[in-house]
């Protein structure tokens, strides 16, 4: 659990072992050590209001991040806790020469 004061927007990237969640807050984020057989290493990285934390796990593992009031939750482990949502995208044509795509919120 990253528990925050105020409503924090942040994302998760996933690639292979890795992944990067990115929150937008000057907060301060701690990390307990989490290395252990799923775990090889995590760090984070703070630039101005934006941290990072990268976890690197010993082989994929399947990834559940999700919100709840201020507080972001992940699940780390062989299935999925929360599900995606998939975010739908429109296909705008302006003209031939402008193609573009709209994805509502």
């Known amino acids: 659990m990253f528990p ?8 998760a990237f996933l690639r292979a072992d890795t992944l990067w969640l990115v929150f937008d ?4 984020i701690e990390l307990p050590q989490l ?36 507080n972001w939750y992940l699940n780390i482990g062989d299935a999925v806790v929360n599900p995606a949502q998939p975010i739908g995208v ?5 003209n031939e020469m402008r193609p573009s795509a709209n994805i509502p919120f």
């Open 90 to 94: 429109m296909r705008n044509t302006v």
């Open 25 to 28: 807050t000057a907060q301060k």
């Open 35 to 70: 290395k252990n057989d799923a775990i090889r290493d995590t760090s984070i990285t703070r630039s101005d209001d934006v941290q990072i934390v990268r976890f690197k796990f010993e082989r994929p593992r399947m990834v559940s991040f999700s919100s709840e009031e201020n």
């Open 4 to 11: 925050f004061t105020t409503p924090t927007p942040a994302a």
